[in-house]
């Protein structure tokens, strides 16, 4: 890996991290003039395989994010898994943490995020810490099961969450024995999940971009659907205004996504990322502003670019891993995705295909929703597994015969 000096003649942006919100925001820096440096674990995570300025080393070596930091314009994230204590240190020495300490304590630590988020009068589930099992029998006996217990630090697509349907003290023992934090919550009856997702700079300027639905399989995000389908306009106002009064309360620097449920009486707060985020990868095509471009304006105090949508519908579909490794490689099945739908956007990750792991995603531009999540979808799985659900085949159209595909083009 490298860890040659960039140009000065634009900013350097550090980002902590290597991974595939790395790399995307490294596509992004091309096209500002900036150069993003990336601290990452190994050479092959995806954001060094793009990256010329890499710095080696863990999230959690300070000599590694003190190397990362010499000379940056600001210093910010694409994982939230960074000691407290490191981060001060690299504020106490003048590095312009993106978002700070302060904030971004309320993206790692759950208790924290609720009790803060709870004291401002914002709808979040009932909860409570958890240091015994009888503490879970008692929120329960309080608030009814099923009970949602989580680990308060780490944790994300599902992992660190565990749905107790009745007292499991084993359970609650073996956690609190390995040293995880624990949090209850109630069991939230919705009717889907949202995410509203804004930017905010050190200037205090702020930009929202239309409330999307995002669609859960297993407790990990699969499709997202921008705008949010018949969600009235005062409830998408009313989740960006939260978003908006976190970012500003919170004093967040930098991209902050708001993951929601939707309630029959309202909105009750989920999560918060403080970062790029999964629920904004539509807005690489779909958004005058894509969400890697905004966090980098963002944490360098430029103006905010406007978060319009380029099309009136947008879904985007992660590609996951496979039960098994197709025979046809990645570029062979590109090859016949693209034959059948030329307008279909991919975005792979360069990572290896392993089951249920984000390998990439795909963003789809429509003007009707059906039409064009099928789209997505399709070719999600395509790309996931070399197999068309809808049952058509390589051999069926343009790949074979030299038919028109759905551009008119043929090939």
């Not at 024995?177 to 919550?185: F, I, Q, R």
């Not at 034959?339 to 295909?353: C, I, N, Q, T, W």
């Not at 997505?376 to 069926?396: F, I, K, N, Y």
Request: hydrophobic share 45%; charged share 20%.
């Amino acid at each position: 890996m490298s860890t040659s000096a960039p140009r000065r003649d634009f900013p350097v942006v550090g980002m902590v991290g290597g991974g595939q919100l790395a790399r995307m925001t490294h596509q992004a820096a091309i096209g500002l003039g900036q150069s993003l440096r990336v601290l990452a674990v190994k050479p092959d995570e995806p954001a060094p395989l793009v990256a010329p300025d890499v710095v080696p080393g863990g999230a959690d070596d300070l000599a590694a994010l003190e190397a990362l930091a010499v000379g940056c314009d600001a210093l910010t994230f694409d994982h939230e898994g960074v000691p407290q204590e490191h981060l001060r240190a690299l504020v106490a020495n003048g590095v312009p943490v993106r978002p700070h300490p302060d904030a971004l304590q309320h993206a790692q630590d759950k208790l924290v995020m609720r009790r803060r988020l709870s004291a401002m009068g914002l709808p979040v589930p009932a909860f409570a810490e958890i240091t015994t099992p009888e503490q879970v029998d008692a929120f329960a006996a309080e608030h009814g099961w099923p009970v949602v217990l989580k680990a308060a630090r780490g944790g994300y697509d599902g992992r660190g969450v565990w749905f107790l349907r009745d007292a499991d003290p084993d359970l609650v023992r073996e956690l609190l024995a390995a040293g995880t934090p624990l949090l209850a919550e109630e069991a939230v009856t919705m009717r889907r999940e949202l995410a509203a997702q804004v930017a905010r700079s050190p200037f205090g300027q702020a930009a929202a971009w239309p409330v999307v639905e995002t669609v859960q399989e297993a407790g990990q995000c699969v499709e997202v659907l921008a705008p949010a389908p018949d969600l009235a306009e005062e409830r998408a106002l009313e989740a960006q205004s939260l978003a908006l009064r976190i970012a500003q309360e919170l004093d967040v620097t930098g991209l902050l996504a708001v993951e929601l449920f939707e309630t029959d009486s309202g909105l009750v707060i989920n999560e918060l990322a403080m970062r790029p985020h999964n629920s904004g990868h539509w807005t690489i095509e779909g958004a005058r502003t894509s969400q890697f471009e905004q966090h980098l304006r963002a944490v360098l105090d430029y103006p905010l670019g406007t978060t319009t949508m380029t099309a009136p519908v947008v879904v985007m579909a992660n590609v996951l891993g496979a039960d098994r490794t197709p025979e046809m490689s990645v570029d062979e099945r590109i090859h016949h995705l693209f034959a059948r739908f030329p307008d279909v956007k991919v975005h792979l990750y360069g990572k290896g295909e392993r089951p249920l792991r984000k390998v990439g995603h795909v963003n789809v531009l429509g003007t009707d929703l059906a039409e064009t999540r099928r789209k997505a979808v399709l070719a999600a799985q395509w790309l996931s597994t070399a197999e068309w659900t809808d049952g058509w085949s390589v051999h069926d159209g343009a790949a074979a015969a030299g038919a028109p595909t759905e551009a008119g083009a043929r090939v």
